[in-house]
């Protein structure tokens, strides 16, 4: 398939819009990661998107909208709690689940009951749904299990002769993949950790948020601090998993968590002695407390060392266990297959 390439003109944008309204399926920037678009309420139009990343079709993808309004094709029913998420983070980088119409379609919604939507803050995005005139289901634009794409040229990358069209637009300013916010049972549950953070959303909503129990596991990883009460024998790192095979760089990886200068000279320890084998290694140390920069960085970090070549990535754990770090940590472990070393 030759697979058009679009800059972030308007001209472009409505040519590959028409391409999205005729069933086909384009890649295009949001403030987060790269998304793989096709028309939402469309069948095959979306299953071809399963098909270009290679994923399994049970996994429910995000509808975007341009409007906030536009949510009225999605759902039938707005509570206080939703309208007030989106008033206060639409567009922004949160995705809400809620009770879906039946004419959205179950290949979107992995066969569902419920729809994630989200309303992204980059005028391309916005600009492509609205002359699509429908809204687009996409999921991050890249290889099923790869890290997330975060720059033009790793959408070409992992897409180029795949898909009909990519959106050739600026990198992405968050990084990380949008907060997923389920708002279908009796207490707002976060699926998964972006940028806006569960404090920020119950300053919204003026009620407790919880996390998702897979989460709160993570966030006994990072449970770095003695003195927040957790201990050494707490610490249970999970076996380096097939299951969590997720965002996995080619290379190897371990993340090294504790205090900062310990972490720092345990990564040095690991590169001499693995480099002593003949071992090419990385390193991803980001800026103590720097967690936007670290959101902004990581898939770009892991996608270059892979360019590099590098065997084993060695990174160090961020000590946040509810804000942008921990939502950062949550792509670090995944990445990492929870392949944890604690100094
Ligand atoms: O920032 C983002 O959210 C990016 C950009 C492109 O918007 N999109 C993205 O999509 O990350 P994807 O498909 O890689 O991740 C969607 C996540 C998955 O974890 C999926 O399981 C969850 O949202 N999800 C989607 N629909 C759901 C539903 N109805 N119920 C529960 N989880 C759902
Ligand atoms: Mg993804």
């Keep these: 398939m030759k697979t058009q390439i679009f800059t972030t003109d308007r001209q472009d944008i409505a040519k590959a819009a028409n391409i999205i309204k005729e069933g086909g399926i384009v890649a295009f920037p949001t403030e987060t990661v790269y998304g793989l678009g096709a028309n939402a309420m469309d069948a ?56 879906k119409r039946p004419e959205v379609p179950d290949k979107t919604t992995g066969g569902l009951d419920t729809v994630a939507v989200r309303m992204p803050d980059s005028k391309a995005a916005l600009d492509l749904i609205t002359f699509a005139g429908c809204p687009i ?8 299990g790869s890290p997330s794409p975060t720059r033009a ?3 070409v990358a992992d897409m180029d002769g795949r898909i009909d069209g990519i959106i050739e637009g600026e990198d992405c300013r968050v990084g990380i993949e949008s907060t997923v916010l389920d708002l279908t049972g009796d207490v707002p549950t976060i699926l998964r950790p972006g ?138 472990l995944k990445s990492a297959g929870y392949n944890i070393v604690r100094v």
């Design 44 to 99: 095959d139009a979306v299953a071809k998107i399963y098909e270009a990343k290679g994923r399994p079709s049970d996994n429910p993808m995000i509808v975007h909208i341009s409007r906030a309004s536009d949510i009225g094709q999605l759902t039938r029913m707005l509570s206080p709690d939703i309208v007030a998420i989106i008033e206060n983070f639409w567009p922004g980088p949160l995705t809400i689940i809620v009770k």
């Design 137 to 144: 289901a996409a999921p991050s634009a890249n290889l099923s």
């Design 153 to 155: 040229k790793d959408v």
């Design 195 to 332: 940028i806006i953070t569960a404090e920020s959303i119950e300053a919204a909503i003026g009620k407790e948020v919880k996390y998702d129990e897979s989460l709160t596991e993570d966030a006994k990883h990072i449970q770095l601090d003695p003195a927040a009460g957790v201990s050494e024998s707490d610490f249970q790192p999970k076996s380096p998993g097939m299951k969590y095979k997720h965002y996995a760089p080619k290379a190897q990886m371990i993340v090294v968590e504790g205090e900062r200068n310990k972490v720092k000279a345990e990564i040095e320890r690991l590169k001499v002695l693995n480099e002593r084998i003949g071992n090419k290694v990385g390193v991803i140390l980001f800026e103590e407390k720097a967690f936007l920069e670290a959101a902004h960085n990581f898939f770009a970090n892991l996608r270059d060392l892979d360019g590099e070549g590098v065997d084993l990535i060695l990174a160090g754990a961020l000590s946040d266990t509810d804000g942008v770090g921990f939502a950062v940590m949550n792509r670090m």
